[in-house]
């Protein structure tokens, strides 16, 4: 272990000697995620286009679906968990049913926008014209505007407004009956009559113009400095995309070392390759863990939030820079020159950043490129760093992104592993 | 006298990207003795390097062994690593760092630390006469320095065994007569074992307790120099350097028949430069005679009245070279 701390100690002394490297490590990352933060917070925070709300539906009757349809109709950036859950499991739900109390826990984390439960004897209570309480969990400050409740005061002013006019018509049915000695109508006619009333009511009320619109930016935090937001997406963004810079960079350092028989000095002291191999791999992995600890202390400083499980964090930079740190190791024995590595580093990080998402939020993006996205190791740790940074999400919910990545890694390290050329 | 060395039936086989095999090494047994320095002499190409990378780990032989002090450097190679020190052809060092930091991070990972690291790097800068250089980067270095540099690396260890893979490519006169100087210091003031890989015959011929004559990933002769160059009997060497003119065959044996005392004779014809260049080497008559000072005034004579251009003449008494010759039919550094 000695010996592997002292080369590690050693390549990281020799990357910090080379000026150039300081550039590449401090200088433009620090840049870019500052100005690509500031931009992204001036156009509208780069979070997150998609809000899940948890919603149980304890009445299960025709009016309460006509609730949860008007949700969806009031804004179509709500994602109700489960119903409208999506192959990419984006409600993180994994095989369990929603239950009250987890959903309690989910809203009261920040894992989800809301909780909205409708109560049994929700349309009884509409159709009688009685009062009935929905249950709405939060973390947003009821008294600032929030999406979520804005969209849920929408559709139930309009669903207390059919209530009223079909309390009123009931009660005017039953005034005209009696005035006019009419016999009086049975219970399943007037119900029948009453119940049309309430969904033309409804259905005139929808087709008024949306009382509500949907902005990212500022509807949790009206007070917050949009730019900041930002950062949320910059920081991991700019963050993955340069520790692919430096840790692909390793190909050429390897190759150097082959051609300068450094590592073949190695290979003659009393060492094992096992040692060797490790050490190197650490070396790439350090340099990549302070690659990211280094945006993320520029995002720090520029507002960025963090979610609320570190380790969690912690975690999903691991696993990201092991999957790089991998995929250096399994090309860089296929490399043939300097010039061949450098290019190969530029168009990897290059495409791949991209197209996983770390300039911008893959929910901009069409299906297609969302799916083929996911080719991308960033994409996986950007949908972790979400989870983390916008939805206050914990070490559970992202287990499947850093499964995922430590699988490719561990892929990749088999190959890399099996055709490194020592000689 | 113990064995350092032993290899028995050494080979290495590399695969062509074409799918077929290139034999480097066919089959190399090896004995070298504690406290001599046993040279690997060949031409470029001849499986030198190979064989010292298979026997210091470098390389895993496709089959066959070597044990260094008893230990197989295939099974047992931490133990057998312990005992050498490896001075490989290239500058094995990170340009980067300075020499004191090359040498301390090779001295750690030998297991040294404290004072005693301190001390080690300081006694070898002073070896190599360079602790007034310790701090400056290895980039900075001239190539003499750097080969310097790169052997004290090979002695961190203080190895009762060394191996030394062509020390001397590519360094000034005064750099190479001490680096030599410092090989045999080694051998002499502080017993250790030497094998040292050269293409150069008169470092072979200066430096060896023996030698092992390599050629197409053979040893084809193997013993001291008096008992190589018996191999080729007493016979002097005279070596014309001709103009750009073929020897025709029946000069070749006019001389042969006309001059009493030559054995044979070999003729190096004008070769072109390259393919871009009008120019070509001179041709090379190589004649082997007994009491060649002899005989030289009558083959002058002869290649005089045929009007060959005698540019130089060398008589040369039996060397490695007339040996490697004499086994080949090619010169050393052709």
């Known amino acids: 272990m000695r010996s592997i701390l002292t080369i590690i100690l050693n390549d990281l002394k020799i990357f910090f000697a080379q000026r150039g490297n300081l550039v590449g490590l401090l200088v433009i990352p620090v840049l870019l995620t500052l100005v690509v933060g500031w931009s992204i917070g001036q156009i509208g925070g780069g979070g997150p286009t998609r809000l899940r709300v948890d919603l149980i539906d304890n009445d299960q009757t025709e009016l309460s679906a006509i609730l949860i349809e008007e949700l969806r109709a009031a804004n179509d950036a709500l994602v109700l968990c489960p119903l409208d859950n999506d192959a990419d499991d984006f409600c993180r739900l994994g095989e369990d049913p929603l239950q009250l109390d987890s959903a309690i826990e989910r809203a009261r984390s920040g894992r989800t926008s809301a909780l909205i439960v409708i109560p049994a004897g929700y349309a009884a209570a509409l159709e009688g014209f009685e009062r009935i309480n929905i249950d709405y969990y939060s973390l947003s400050d009821p008294l600032l505007p929030s999406p979520v409740l804005q969209s849920l005061n929408a559709v139930l002013q309009r669903a207390g407004s059919a209530s009223i006019t079909t309390g009123v018509a009931g009660a005017l049915l039953d005034n005209l009956t009696a005035a006019t000695d009419l016999p009086p109508l049975d219970k399943e006619t007037r119900d029948g009559f009453l119940r049309s009333i309430y969904l033309r009511s409804q259905e005139m009320l929808t087709e008024q113009p949306p009382p509500v619109r949907f902005r990212v930016a500022d509807a949790d935090n009206e007070g917050e400095d949009g730019s900041s937001n930002g950062f949320n997406q910059s920081g991991p963004g700019m963050g993955s995309l340069y520790v692919m810079f430096t840790v692909l960079g390793g190909m050429a350092v390897l190759l150097r070392e082959r051609r300068q028989w450094t590592l073949q000095r190695l290979m003659a002291l009393p060492l094992s390759r096992a040692q060797i191999l490790a050490a190197k791999i650490g070396v790439y992995f350090t340099l990549g863990m302070i690659q990211y600890f280094i945006v993320f202390a520029v995002g720090a400083a520029a507002g960025m939030d963090f979610g609320s499980d570190p380790p969690a964090l912690l975690a999903v930079m691991a696993a990201f820079v092991l999957c790089i740190t991998a995929l250096t190791f399994a090309l860089a024995p296929w490399i043939k020159s300097e010039g061949q590595a450098r290019g190969l580093v530029l168009l990897l990080s290059l495409s791949l950043a991209p197209l996983g998402g770390a300039w911008w939020p893959l929910e901009i993006v069409p299906e297609f490129m969302r799916t083929l996205g996911h080719i991308s190791p960033v994409a996986w740790a950007m949908n972790a760093f979400q989870d983390l940074i916008w939805f206050n999400g914990g070490f559970t919910d992202v287990l499947p992104e850093i499964g995922v990545l430590l699988a490719a890694a561990a892929v990749l390290f088999i190959f890399g592993i099996r055709s490194f050329k020592y000689e | ?334």
Do not use: C, W
């Open chain 2, 1 to 334: 006298m113990q064995l350092m060395v032993e290899t028995r039936n050494l080979r290495k086989t590399y695969s062509r990207p074409d799918g077929s095999t290139i034999e480097a090494v066919k089959g190399v047994d090896l004995e070298i003795r504690q406290g001599e320095i046993f040279s690997l002499l060949g031409p470029n190409g001849a499986g030198k390097t190979t064989t010292i990378s298979m026997i210091s780990g470098l390389v895993t032989p496709t089959e066959g062994d070597a044990t260094i002090g008893g230990f197989s450097i295939t099974t047992q190679s931490m133990q057998a690593k312990r005992l050498m020190g490896f001075v490989p052809q290239e500058i094995a060092l990170y340009p980067e760092l300075s020499a004191r930091q090359n040498l301390a991070f090779f001295g750690r990972m030998y297991g040294l630390g404290g004072k005693a690291l301190s001390r080690r790097v300081y006694e070898l800068l002073e070896f190599v006469d360079l602790a007034d250089r310790q701090k400056d980067r290895i980039d900075t270095f001239s190539g003499g320095m750097k080969r310097r540099v790169n052997l004290a690396a090979g002695l961190l260890n203080s190895p009762p065994l060394i191996y030394m893979d062509e020390p001397t490519v590519g360094i000034d006169p005064q750099s190479r007569r001490r680096i030599l100087d410092t090989v045999k210091l080694l051998r002499d003031e502080q017993g250790m074992t030497v094998l040292y890989t050269t293409h150069l015959m008169e470092e072979a011929e200066e430096l060896s307790d023996r030698v092992g004559i390599m050629d197409h990933g053979e040893i084809i002769a193997m013993g001291t120099q008096a008992e190589l160059t018996q191999q080729v009997g007493e016979e002097d060497r005279l070596e014309f350097t001709i103009g750009a003119q073929e020897i025709a065959e029946d000069l070749v044996e006019r001389v042969q028949h006309q001059t009493a005392g030559v054995t044979r004779i070999l003729s190096n014809p004008p070769e072109q430069i390259s393919d871009d260049s009008s120019e070509s080497t001179p041709a090379r008559l190589i004649i082997f005679a007994k009491r060649g000072r002899t005989a030289l005034p009558q083959i002058i004579q002869t290649l005089d009245a045929a009007d060959v251009d005698i540019q130089s003449v060398a008589v040369r008494e039996p060397d490695l070279e007339a040996v490697f010759l004499a086994l080949t039919g090619r010169a050393l550094r052709d």
